[in-house]
């Protein structure tokens, strides 16, 4: 049968359906591990949300795997040849994400493509879970179903699905054949006809075949352009992707390619931009870095005695911990963290600037161990974690220190996949990530009341055994989880009363609760890090805690609504504190009263009087010029989509805002070697990692 060309256009509009939805399909569970922060959506509410809120997702995908789709379809140049390629090839890929998903809760990303590209797609097997036989078998039919289909189809089909067929037109018909008396002045014309058909079979040739090319071409530029910009504000693509409904979520890669498609969500984290290359990036501008550093390090380990790994670290990240009280317009009826405030008087400690306001946990931690600064990339890089490490060849951290990777363990009591964890610790250099999943599971996992999280007590009762068992030095990074939103008067007779010092302004019923609940929650912490201070105090080797809130929850309505209290709502509480057997305790920092993350190491090192690599150097230097500093940061719950505008926020050694423009010589030129150090780290050329800079 002949099928005409409208029946194809109608097909391609068909199958670009039936695989967009298998490719949703690929990554949407009967359930979900993750119940709290990123709730299920399955391919109908993708679908759904075009009407029910405006959101044309569903349509950006059936765009891409349409241009996709097209490029194949001019390559083979055969509808049920091209066709069936994209269903095996999709079914394949949503096989695999389906696996990678119920076995990690963790989609596809852009560092496993170069897993494969670089011969190791065999680390895709690990992907399969036991018992999947029925499901791969099932998967293996109907493929062959599809190919003996459309093998069917392409039997049936006059044209056998070529699509693209300028070849000329035969030579009678092209040209026709003018008769004369004589055979000779026939034969003649006849050679004509032939010549001006064969002519015109070769110029239908040539513009099939550009055409073809054009096809393809377009297509596939058109994607890579859009993987190349969705991911980087104030582009054409990235607003229009965002028009279109697309919104980043980075802390879980399993939500993100629910909320935006898995294509979308692939493209989306395949090129971020990280910093822009300063203008004297060079290696021999690096070898200066680091020659101007190691003199640094050796002027300040003039006075230092001790190595990093003669003493035992732990860092604790305490999620959403800070002192409710300091929030403008609250009252409380207590002081819900008086340890933490006692433990301050004869210690290093005082307050951490934050990047985050209700989230970025993450990017907290990443500079913590890495010592990078957010307010150094681009801010098109929201999270480190998810967009930048799994690619990265080169990541220098703090325990990295302590030499071989048995020397360093992880402990986060949830799920091990949040924020690509399992993955990025591997690549630190962690030998153990205890979470509440396999292989590692964490030892205590007691939960207080209704709270859906495990507490701070049995996260530090986890640590400390683990450090008890453990003779020798080692570096210990935990991720608590007990203070995370929501908060919904979880805790049995909570006393802690918020109220509005503001009488004008009230506090709302939701506010109210969720501030009563946090602060309980906060008190408990404060009780729990004093318990765990004295277990670490009965260790007979040495042990030198940070310990840090990573932002403020985001429930503080009235307060946020003021961009006037912008600071005061990214100011958490820390503290770096020394055991009894380190020699150190109550040695207490003249610089320690403003921080932020990027200047733990540094500080930690200053703490145990640990003598500094030429990187550690320059952190020291620089916090004795700019006490903490973080990217522009806004009043409201930490997204990846919006980006506030201005220039880093700098805080000076008495917590006062500083302007870059107002920084003596001395501080711009650690400025600007701090954006060559990152950069070269990040996204150069690593010229400093043969240089001893970091170790």
């Known amino acids: 049968m002949h099928i005409p060309g409208w029946v194809y256009v109608l097909l391609f509009v068909l199958f670009d359906i039936i695989m967009t939805v298998i490719l949703q399909k690929g990554v949407t569970q009967n359930d979900t591990r993750v119940k709290l922060s990123s709730p299920l959506t399955g391919v109908w509410g993708m679908v759904s949300k075009m009407w029910r809120e405006c959101n044309f997702v569903f349509v950006l995908n059936l765009l891409l795997v349409g241009f996709i789709y097209l490029a194949v379809l001019m390559l083979f140049n055969r509808f049920w040849i091209a066709t069936p390629v994209m269903l095996v090839l999709v079914i394949l890929i949503a096989l695999v994400e389906h696996f990678k998903v119920s076995v990690r809760y963790e989609t596809i990303l852009p560092s496993d493509v170069s897993f494969v590209s670089n011969g190791d797609a065999g680390s895709l097997f690990s992907f399969i879970p036991?018992?999947?036989?029925?499901?791969?078998?099932?998967?293996?039919?109907?493929?062959?179903?599809?190919?003996?289909?459309?093998v069917a189809l392409n039997h049936f089909d006059m044209r056998h699905g070529k699509m693209i067929d300028f070849v000329g037109h035969r030579a009678g018909d092209a040209v026709g054949v003018v008769r004369h008396e004589t055979d000779g002045q026939a034969n003649e014309s006849e050679s004509k006809g032939g010549n001006r058909a064969d002519g015109g079979?070769?110029?239908?040739?040539?513009?099939?075949?550009?055409?073809?090319?054009?096809?393809?071409?377009?297509?596939?530029?058109?994607?890579?352009?859009?993987?190349?910009?969705?991911?980087?504000?104030?582009t054409f693509t990235n607003a229009f992707a965002k028009t279109m409904g697309y919104i980043p979520s980075m802390w879980d890669s399993v939500y993100d390619a629910q909320r935006n498609g898995p294509l979308v969500s692939f493209l989306g984290q395949a090129h971020p931009k990280v910093m822009d290359q300063p203008s004297d990036y060079s290696e021999a501008t690096m070898k200066q870095v680091a020659k101007r550093y190691s003199a640094e390090a050796a002027k300040i380990n003039k006075t230092r005695t001790a190595k990093m790994s003669d003493?035992?670290?732990?860092?604790?990240?305490?999620?959403?911990?800070s002192?409710?009280?300091?929030?403008?317009?609250i009252k409380l009826n207590h002081d819900p963290i008086p340890n933490t405030r006692e433990i301050r008087k004869h210690t290093t400690g005082g307050y951490m600037l934050s990047s985050g306001y209700g989230g970025g946990t993450?990017?907290?931690?990443?500079?913590?161990?890495t010592g990078m600064s957010m307010a150094n990339f681009?801010?098109?890089?929201?999270?480190?974690?998810?967009?930048?490490?799994?690619?990265?060849?080169?990541?220098?951290?703090?325990?990295?220190?302590?030499?071989?990777?048995?020397?360093?363990?992880?402990?986060h009591p949830y799920e091990p996949s949040m924020y690509l964890r399992a993955n990025n610790y591997k690549k630190f250099g962690f030998s153990h990530f205890y979470s509440l999943e396999p292989p590692d599971?964490?030892?205590?996992?007691?939960?207080?009341d209704s709270s859906p999280y495990v507490s701070d007590a049995s996260s530090y009762q986890s640590v400390y055994e683990s450090m008890k068992k453990n003779p020798q030095n080692e570096f210990v990074q935990l991720a608590t989880m007990q203070n995370h939103m929501p908060y919904q008067n979880w805790y049995k007779g909570n006393d802690f009363k918020a109220r509005s010092t503001d009488p004008s302004q009230p506090l709302g019923a939701d506010e109210n609760e969720s501030i009563n609940t946090y602060a309980k929650g906060a008190n408990i912490t404060d009780a729990a890090t004093a318990k765990f201070l004295r277990q670490m105090d009965s260790l007979k080797k040495p042990v030198t805690v940070v310990f840090y809130g990573d932002h403020l929850p985001g429930i503080y309505k009235t307060a946020s609504a003021d961009q006037k209290n912008s600071l005061a709502l990214h100011t958490t509480d820390y503290f770096i504190w020394s055991n009894k057997a380190s020699g150190r305790q109550g040695y207490k920092s003249p610089d320690g009263q403003y921080s932020s993350p990027n200047f733990f190491m540094a500080q930690a090192a200053e703490q145990t009087n640990s003598k500094v690599t030429p990187f550690l150097a320059f952190l020291t230097r620089l916090h004795g010029k700019?006490?903490?500093?973080?990217?522009?940061?806004v009043n409201q719950i930490q997204g990846w989509s919006r980006i506030p505008e201005g220039q880093p926020i700098y805080l000076d050694a008495k917590g006062q805002p500083m302007a870059a423009s107002d920084f003596d010589a001395q501080t711009k030129q650690l400025m600007h070697d701090y954006k060559l150090i990152q950069y070269d780290v990040t996204a150069g050329k690593g010229y400093l990692k043969d240089a001893g800079f970091m170790d």
């Open 130 to 150: 036991s018992g999947s036989g029925g499901l791969i078998a099932a998967v293996v039919v109907a493929m062959v179903l599809v190919v003996v289909l459309f």
């Open 201 to 234: 079979r070769r110029a239908g040739k040539s513009l099939g075949a550009a055409l073809r090319i054009v096809c393809i071409a377009v297509p596939l530029l058109l994607v890579l352009g859009f993987s190349y910009q969705v991911g980087q504000i104030n």
């Open 311 to 321: 003493s035992s670290v732990v860092f604790i990240l305490s999620e959403s911990y």
């Open 323 to 329: 002192d409710p009280s300091r929030v403008p317009g």
């Open 362 to 369: 993450a990017n907290l931690e990443y500079m913590s161990l």
């Open 378 to 411: 681009d801010p098109s890089l929201t999270s480190p974690y998810q967009q930048l490490i799994p690619g990265e060849k080169w990541t220098p951290t703090i325990n990295q220190l302590w030499g071989s990777k048995e020397h360093s363990v992880a402990f």
């Open 441 to 448: 599971v964490i030892a205590h996992r007691a939960k207080i």
């Open 626 to 633: 700019v006490s903490a500093m973080e990217p522009p940061v």
